[in-house]
């Protein structure tokens, strides 16, 4: 019985070193490649404009919210200051309760109007329009019957009239040049129907007419281990994937599309929590399918600044979601795994997702149950076992702490060196208590899921107010 045991400990001690040894291998390769590309952007940037001013591609931007009084008018707001001319602003009302259609109706002076809408893609319908023609740019408001995040997004699209689409949170501010950084690759490279931006945590920041005056980390720890997370995440593999047209998420928090194609694959789907991730393979599938030449990017200097949950109850409803979304994405597009019709997607992408993403929690879940079965028929090799771990972990650290000095680079604000060490510190409580957490959390994803698939849990937001002295955007801790 001990030599049958320790000999299926020896297959599950070879799977577990080429697990982490795959992860390990995509970390090391995607930091490094997100650093590279990210110094040869700087570079450029140092030369020449990307873009003359003169060339502007209309673009507009769709905000859904639903609830969201604390903090949309200090979006919009944001949005009035961007360095680009062509473009509008769409604030769909998803059937609030609260006073967020008062509030923008009186703050920028919006009047009704009677306007019919053509549906190319479904959605629920409208109660009323407003608009206002006051300020920099049109401001639309669409007031319509609840019916989620993925159909206020469609009937943004039915509403806007330019050939390009910006999706954005109602929670989020935009960097001044972030638009007009956003749609470079579309002047710059054939084939672009969509691009995503780089989202960072707003939580901590100060910001002065759409600039950064001001970077710190956050007194708040748990905030803090999610700064770290995101640049790994955002600047890191996103960029890795985008060398073979291989990324599968635009955030909803701030993604640019092409409507036509769009509104071909019929828009968002309201079946899934996941309604950017599942659009974007949707996109993939369509233009493969179709033969469509396309290219999806990533434009890392394109900075959208968004909240982060600062109580671990609003993450772990955020990251569940996240997770349920993953699944439908997966399960959905099912049949593109291994097909060597889809490339890198079905190839790269989608395995690394199922693999290190969806599958994660019960693999590392089958790693705790072997230690403990070993542990019990004095199988285990602890010295060996704790010396591997440290040496994952302390990879992990190093290149969090890459990711997140290449992003801090990327805004051209130093930090101290107490800064510094703190970022060391959080590096240290993200890839151990953090990654703790969310391993629970991701677990228990599941548990009702078939109640829960298709809710959204409401998250806490803090007000977006502006600094005594710089009237900058900022969130108050």
């Known amino acids: 019985m001990t030599e049958w045991l320790k000999e299926v ?30 110094y040869e952007q700087q570079k450029k940037k140092k030369l020449y404009n990307f873009i003359d001013k003169d060339h502007y ?7 859904p919210a639903y609830n969201e009084q604390i903090t949309v008018i200090d979006t919009v707001k944001s949005l009035l200051e961007l360095d680009y001319t062509l473009y509008e602003v769409i604030v769909v009302d998803d059937g609030s309760t609260d006073d967020m259609r008062e509030q923008l109706i009186e703050h920028f002076q919006m009047e009704r109007v009677y306007r019919p809408i053509r549906k190319k893609i479904l959605c629920e319908e409208e ?28 009937m943004g699209i039915n509403v806007a009239k330019y050939p390009y689409f910006v999706c954005m949170d109602a929670d989020s501010v935009l960097q001044a040049d972030a638009l007009r950084n956003l749609v470079r690759p579309i ?41 770290i997370e995101y640049d790994r995440t955002f600047l890191a593999s996103r960029l890795l994937f985008d060398k073979f047209n291989g990324n599968l998420i635009i955030s909803g928090a701030f993604g640019l599309f092409k409507k036509d194609l ?28 179709n033969q469509i030449p396309y290219q999806i990017k990533y434009a890392t200097d394109a900075i959208c600044w968004s909240q982060a949950p600062n109580t671990l109850k609003n993450l772990v409803k955020q990251r569940r979601r996240w997770h349920r979304g993953l699944l439908q994405s997966i399960l959905a597009h099912k049949h593109i795994f ?45 010295s ?22 290449s992003s801090i680079y990327a805004i051209h604000k130093p930090l101290k060196a107490g800064e510094i060490l703190k970022a060391i510190g959080l590096c240290i409580l993200e890839s151990s208590l953090l990654r703790s957490i969310l391993f629970w959390v991701r677990l228990t994803a599941f548990v009702g899921y078939k109640k829960k698939r298709l809710e959204w849990d409401a998250i806490t937001r803090h007000e977006i107010t502006r600094h005594e002295s710089h009237k900058p955007y900022v969130e108050e801790m």
């Open 9 to 38: 400990f020896q297959y599950i001690d070879l799977f577990f070193v080429l697990y982490l040894l795959g992860y390990s291998t995509f970390l090391l390769l995607s930091v490094t490649v997100g650093a590279t590309a990210l």
């Open 57 to 63: 591609i209309p673009v507009s931007i769709v905000v």
């Open 127 to 154: 109660h009323a329009m407003y608009m206002t023609y006051a300020h920099k740019i049109p401001i639309t408001l669409i007031c319509k019957k609840n019916g989620g995040k993925a159909d206020a997004l469609n």
């Open 187 to 227: 002047l710059e490279e054939k084939n672009v129907i969509a691009c995503g931006g780089l989202i960072r945590i707003l939580n901590n920041v100060v910001l002065e007419k759409g600039k950064v005056i001001n970077y710190g980390l956050p007194k708040n720890k748990l905030v803090g281990m999610q700064i």
């Open 262 to 289: 769009a509104i071909a694959v019929g828009g968002y789907d309201k079946q899934t929590v996941g309604e950017d991730m599942e659009l974007v393979v949707r996109l993939h599938a369509f233009c493969k399918a």
């Open 338 to 382: 291994f097909n060597v019709r889809y490339g890198g997607v079905g190839l790269v992408s989608l395995l690394y997702f199922l693999i290190y993403e969806l599958l994660a929690p019960y693999i590392e879940l089958l790693g705790i149950g072997s230690m403990i079965i070993a542990i019990h028929f004095r199988l285990f090799n602890a």
């Open 384 to 405: 060996f076992m704790i010396y591997f771990l440290l040496m994952y972990m302390v990879f992990g650290m190093v290149m969090s702490l890459t990711a997140f000095i």
